[in-house]
């Protein structure tokens, strides 16, 4: 069997479960703390980051860019990154904007100071960062309302690769309790559609040691 | 002629163009400056980042990511993203080795304290910062030492997109000076062979007003 070296809360790492899930792809899954330089770890992984993926034969596909084109080579059915040159460009375009854009102006301030900073010990959360974040969540949902006032999915007209990466990085966020779901009803029922996909449900069930998600992280109905 | 908006030094605009001249696809250039955030540059990114490409149609191809996929798949030859799976996870791992972990350990200290934020207004570079770059790099260079060892170019025998994303960070924290060549040898030899292709050329030109790159910076021979 395959298995998956990941972090639970991380956005990469969720976002290679969902397409795990949604392509059906069986795997088995070990939580992997990469700031911990796990010796057996880094000699797969130099960089000592997840998420990594060790096919059966020992081939080991490493990050998420490698993983998300290597699932779509491997099991093109359902298609994740699009069916034509243009519907590919648009759904990477918004991959990339969710796991940089998305990533610097919100999950850094947001999950890395309430999260990670604790578990690799680099010090107290900074509430300015954690405001800033705050501040950035609303522009973000305000541009998923947009995109979703236009289409169906993030992408197109199909659930692509976007929606996962958007949501991989919002359900992180969301376990911190900073998304302001009320503000952005349009933002949320696209959220609480993916929610309900069973390819969520591992998602919904993390549990941090030591951390509380709020009470509507995992309510289908929130 | 489709036209790439880039700025020029930045790393991941400098990856579009050499990875257009190596593919030999003729392009127009544009340098966009993103943070003046140029009303119909936004109209075609509202991320307002750059690189874009935008062919004769109008079809607009967004981001690093989006855009050499995108090239990849129209002019697979030479191939540059590798001919096996195998080939492609690896290349694949290595460009985000570099527009990762290279960005943040090394790119970000270096050329965004030094040059970013002095164009952008965010204040004076961090001497703390440049110096942390300074140690950094020189990790990064022993590890295209190790690799250059094992192998022709850093993703196998053949060029490839790894070799342009390296070079791109590489010859950006070079036109700064900060990168200690005299003590790595072998990617000095590694980066010499990529300095002398024509896809390089352009790069080398490159003048950034209020700024003067070392004089190595453009020598063949340095």
């Not at 007209?157 to 376990?175: F, G, T, V």
Request: aromatic letters at 10%; charged letters at 25%; hydrophobic letters at 40%.
């Amino acid at each position: 069997m395959r298995t998956l070296y990941h972090f639970p809360l991380q956005p990469q790492s969720r976002k290679m479960r969902l397409l795990l899930g949604e392509k059906h792809v069986e795997c088995d899954f070990v939580i992997e703390r990469p700031w911990e330089r796990r010796e057996a770890f880094l000699r797969i992984n130099p960089a000592s980051e997840t998420p990594v993926l060790v096919e059966d034969g020992g081939l080991a596909i490493i990050g998420d860019y490698a993983i998300e084109e290597y699932l779509e080579e491997i099991c093109p059915e359902p298609a994740m990154i699009g069916r034509t040159i243009q519907e590919r460009a648009e759904i990477r375009r918004l991959v990339q904007w969710f796991d940089g854009k998305f990533q610097r102006e919100v999950t850094q301030h947001t999950l890395d100071e309430k999260i990670t900073k604790r578990l690799t010990g680099r010090g107290q959360p900074d509430s300015t960062a954690i405001r800033a974040g705050k501040v950035n969540v609303a522009v973000h949902l305000a541009y998923i309302t947009w995109l979703i006032d236009r289409r169906n999915w993030l992408g197109g007209a199909e659930l692509s690769l976007a929606d996962l990466a958007a949501a991989a990085h919002l359900s992180a966020i969301d376990y911190v309790g900073d998304v302001p779901w009320d503000d952005h009803p349009t933002a949320k029922e696209w959220y609480a559609r993916l929610k309900s996909r069973p390819s969520f449900r591992p998602l919904l069930a993390d549990h941090l040691p030591g951390t509380q998600p709020p009470p509507h992280y995992a309510d289908l109905d929130f």
